[in-house]
């Protein structure tokens, strides 16, 4: 309800329920993409021993294919040795780099929802920048209506002083006037009574 009814603590709620929690799914799908691409290609070839790659990333034990939440925040080098780096294809000797351009191919390939993980990227960037740009011009047209609406409100409501005055003023002599007629009034009327009587009435 409160994010419905916009406003700051509205935009916190939904930044908070909506916004944040997108990108953070991006960021998590890009790291789960590329440390498990990258993993899986370094097993496939041979190390300088001979051996099966060994994972160079490692990512959260809860973090799937379906579910990688955490893997953006968890993500890390796990490979301590460099001669563990598999750049031999499999049974073709410790001079051959064959895995070694396969894994740098992947930054070509479509590893991340069919895009690139620069493709992938750019995108999340783009798509964020978009959106903060939207809000941005959202809030500078809310915060100029805002302001009419107060300048509006100042203009009905607002008390002039010199304007009250000037009207104090007016009804000051108009309350002079007014009581300059009625004694004019008074006067006639008395002079009307005393026409002809005996006794003469006065006020």
């Known amino acids: 309800d409160l994010t419905a009814g916009g406003g ?3 935009g916190i709620l939904t930044a908070r329920d909506e916004d944040i929690p997108q990108a953070e799914s991006s960021l998590d799908t890009l790291a789960y993409s590329v440390a498990t ?3 899986t290609q370094n097993a496939a070839g041979a190390d300088l021993n ?9 990512l959260p034990a809860t973090a799937t294919a379906a579910n990688p939440a955490g893997s953006a925040a968890g993500i890390a080098v796990s490979m301590t040795d460099p001669s563990q ?4 294809a499999a049974g073709e000797g410790s001079a051959d780099n064959a895995n070694a351009i396969a894994m740098a191919d992947l930054a070509n390939q479509g590893i991340v929802g069919g895009m690139t993980a ?11 920048g978009n959106h903060v740009t ?16 107060q300048s ?4 009905l409501s607002g008390v002039s002083l010199n304007d009250e005055a000037a009207q104090m003023e007016t009804l000051e002599q108009s309350y002079e006037a007014a009581s300059k007629l009625f004694t004019a009034l008074d006067l006639v009327m008395t002079a009307a009574l005393n026409l002809g009587e005996p006794t003469t009435y006065t006020t």
């Open 8 to 10: 700051q603590i509205g």
């Open 37 to 39: 691409a990258v993993n």
């Open 50 to 58: 001979g051996n099966p790659g060994a994972a160079i990333f490692s």
């Open 85 to 88: 780096i598999a750049a031999a």
């Open 118 to 128: 620069t493709q992938d990227f750019a995108d999340f960037v783009t798509t964020l």
């Open 134 to 149: 939207e809000v941005s011009s959202e809030n500078t047209a809310q915060q100029a209506a805002l302001t009419q609406l």
């Open 152 to 155: 509006q409100i100042g203009s």
